[in-house]
């Protein structure tokens, strides 16, 4: 059974960072893309980053390109969101998710297994 763990949310000021970590079980990850996905009060889900995990293929939404950077390791089946720049409008709740079907790595229906989330917040 596919366990997603996330940890690391918490209170940050613009222009400060954090790590998100991903814990991941029960499942083989060396042949799924991993995906955070991030949901602010009254909007809907929407992507941030995933990675490949072989052969580590990156991808980035363009609210985040530069400033946030998706890794992963293999080792510790843990998947990483390192945050830097924050900025208020990056303020929700964080969810990082697995997938193994051949589908858009930006769409939700790409991913069959959720974590419950974490909470984000950036303000002064």
């Known amino acids: 059974q596919v366990r997603l763990v996330e940890s690391g949310g918490g209170l940050a000021q613009p222009g400060g960072s954090l790590r998100l970590s991903c814990a991941a079980s029960g499942g083989v990850f060396n042949s799924a893309k991993m995906g955070w996905f991030r949901q602010a009060p009254g909007k809907e889900r929407e992507f941030v980053a995933a990675?490949?995990?072989?052969?580590?293929?990156?991808y980035y939404a363009d609210s985040v390109k530069g400033r946030f950077t998706i890794s992963r390791d293999s080792a510790e089946n843990t998947v990483y969101l390192q945050m830097n720049s924050l900025k208020p409008e990056d303020t929700a709740v964080y969810y990082c998710?697995?997938?193994?079907?051949?589908?858009?790595?930006?769409?939700?229906?790409?991913?069959?297994?959720w974590g419950q989330g974490t909470q984000v917040t950036v303000s002064s």
């Open positions: 990675i490949i995990w072989r052969p580590g293929s990156t």
């Open positions: 998710a697995a997938g193994w079907r051949p589908a858009f790595y930006g769409s939700n229906t790409g991913y069959s297994n």
